[in-house]
């Protein structure tokens, strides 16, 4: 069993690694003071931040998230743009902008995906205040969304929000032994929670925090052809004798359990680690339904019949209100023109 699976069971075998642990937990205290006492800085950032992160490893709902602050800010006629790290590329020269024609292996599945869905700008750097300074310096941001970077200390942060799913913390203790980067007590220092999926199913150590929690779900019904570009509805592959999934996230079952709740019958589902990078021996002969990410890199190897599916990110009204509130409380020059 893969460590990762271990997180979320009661297998006691975790325990063996305990003095990694004890190690990792003693060193994101000292980083954690050094910040805190002034000696490492952070930096202030020329920008409205809103940090999109998580306090586990591994992917939970963060993109959706990004796309939607994304598309409600340019909605407002703000001038907006996302920071990412770009893991996973293969780019060695920062900041780096975004472009159509970077492939995912160079810039990120993840920044490739949020590009070519908003048409923002969109820059990876693992030094994330220089990004920020090149997203507001040179490309005239007013706000920056960064897709992950919770615990990256050195990036200013007006708003910070944790977004997790309905595994929650699994067996709630820190890496290795489980899957936390940092422990519970940090829910109670970020100004918001976003549930994906049923928030009920979640322990009320994680959902009764100081900070409002919201519910999100995840929204999709039409699939899109890899190579035409054709948009089908769930029907249409009802007459399909062999349809089968893949996904490459972080929690592949969200993705086939959303397919079975569309109706779908699957012939088989195949699991590849997040961040995977897909060759043509990876791709099934039969009909094939994947994830959105997933489909940024199996593009250049899909045949006739690969299908994603799009999932846009539904919050509350009164999510996009607390998101107001912090930005007329933020004292940035065009708060006054579009609040």
Known sequence: MHIDKMWYTSDKRVWLLWPLTLLFGLLSCIRRW??????????????????????????????????????????????????????????????????????????????????????????????????ADHLAHVLGCDVIVCDDGLQHYGLHRDVELVVMDNRGVGNGHLLPMGPLREGLWRLDTVHGIIINGDKSALSPAITQRACPVYQMALKGNQFVNLKSGERVDVGYF?????????????????????????????????????????????????????????????????????????VDAQLPPSFYTFIDTRLSAADIAFKKDHL
Not at 36 to 55: C, D, E, L, M
Not at 82 to 89: E, I, P, Q, T, W
Not at 94 to 122: C, M, W, Y
Request: charged share 20%; proline share 7%; glycine share 10%.
């Open 238 to 310: 009802n007459d399909k004798k062999s349809a089968v999934a893949l996904a490459g996230i972080g929690n592949p079952q969200r993705f086939f359990s959303h397919l079975s709740s569309m109706g779908l019958v699957l012939d088989d589902t195949f699991v590849f680690p997040d961040h995977h990078v897909f060759s043509a021996a990876d791709i099934p002969t039969r009909t094939v339904l994947m994830t959105e990410k997933d489909a940024v890199k199996v593009a250049p190897l899909a045949h006739h019949d690969c299908w994603y599916l799009p």
């Open 34 to 131: 050094l910040y805190r006492v002034g000696i490492k800085k952070r930096h202030q950032g020329p920008a409205f931040t809103i940090v999109v992160g998580n306090i586990t490893v591994g992917g939970n709902g963060k993109t959706p998230v990004v796309i939607a602050l994304v598309e409600y800010f340019k909605s407002q006629g703000i001038a907006v743009g996302v920071l990412s790290r770009g893991f996973g590329g293969s780019q060695t020269h920062f900041p780096h902008h975004v472009q159509a024609s970077n492939r995912p292996d160079e810039v990120g599945d993840e920044p490739k995906l949020i590009a070519a869905r908003t048409d923002v700008p969109v820059v990876i750097d693992p030094k994330r205040a220089r990004g």
